[in-house]
């Protein structure tokens, strides 16, 4: 049944923000599946997080563990969500699923490929119920082609997809990203095929399947050094932060620290040489045009790194934002989220768990002009609105005291 405004919307959700009414069951785990239900929850969507039983989702486990026993990496990733926990090796938790489901807008997975089918509830089966349902499945590799049924993790999609060889300094060996980037711009690409698909069910009245991949994710971040190979074969050389394309594009090193300046275009390298001073670099032909600079980027490297050891990173800054110079220092976590310009974005929010007390996240990286997104509540305990979202579907409290006796779904002991 495809429905426009879901008959399930909790009362508040209308206000919410432009996904008000939209349902999501998530069945995802770890990071990728979580970070695209914290995306869809942000922008108002009810996302309801079916954690498994025992022991949830497995992120809970997931280092540093906090007072109470709560993960800091399952809080920063499913803040907005209502949280219950489901048996699915039972017969009542399976029933429980296939109500939930039956009137969904979106289910996500971040299962191999069959799992879902083996409980019967498989994206056919689930369409011939819900026509209007959208089913996004995330994965290592995708649902089709030869490696479809292989598991995958950031890792391994790092390494396939090419970023690791252009990672790092040349002569390193290969060198992962510092951050989980596939996992994260998996769930980014799941969000957005997930809006897709729902702005086309409104003119069809049918879902779809939304399908995408850890390995698609990592390819993604690939488009100038595919470029390059495309137009001539050239397989672009590890470079640290120095750009492949143009120079001077890279961290260089102060006095007190390092400093990024984009010197990418003549204009930019122009302003760069003019305030620095160093005798003889605005006529030295070797770095006249940007190919020069390329070929000679080492020893360019070199002249500019000596005169800006001179100085500290904040009296860099002060001079080249005088003549608009693409600049900025080059910060630890601790300075990054203390930043004016973080939190004036308001990319560091605050909730109070129930267990936890007072915790800080990341918010929404996408603002809206009517200012419409979900206030942060913070992740749920395992199994903490499980009676609420039962009774929702129209299970009576006696038939919820049968699940939960039957070992079917987990309630939080917790009072919130």
Known sequence: MSVEMNELETSDSKNAGPLAGMRVIELAHIMSGPICGMMLADMGADVIKVEKIPGGDDCRRF???????????????????????????????????????????????????????????????????????????????????????????????????????MTGEPGQAPIKAGSPVTDINAGILAALGICAAYAGRHKTGVGQMVDTSLFEAGLQQMYWAFANYFADGTVLPKAGSANPTSAPYQAFRTKDGWVNIGGANQSNYERLVGVLDIPGLADDERFRTNAGRMKHRGVLVEILTNRLVEHTTNEWLEVFDTIGLPSGPVLGVPEAVAHEQALARGMIVETTHPVSGRMRGLGLPIHFSDGRTQSPVPAPLLGQHTVDVLREYGFSDERIGALKDEGAILVSDVTT
């Open 63 to 165: 280092a540093p563990i906090l007072e109470g026993g709560e993960s800091a990496s399952f809080m920063i990733v499913n803040r907005n969500k209502r949280g219950v926990a489901i048996n699915l090796k039972t017969d009542g938790g399976r029933e429980v699923l296939r109500k939930m489901l039956a009137t969904a807008d979106v289910v996500t997975e971040n299962y191999r490929r069959g799992t879902m089918e083996k409980l019967g509830m498989g994206y056919e089966a689930l369409k011939a119920e819900n026509p209007g349902l959208i089913y996004c499945a995330i994965s290592g590799f995708g649902r089709s082609g030869p490696m479809a049924d292989k598991g995958g993790f950031d890792l391994i999609a790092q390494g396939m997809s090419g970023l690791m060889s």
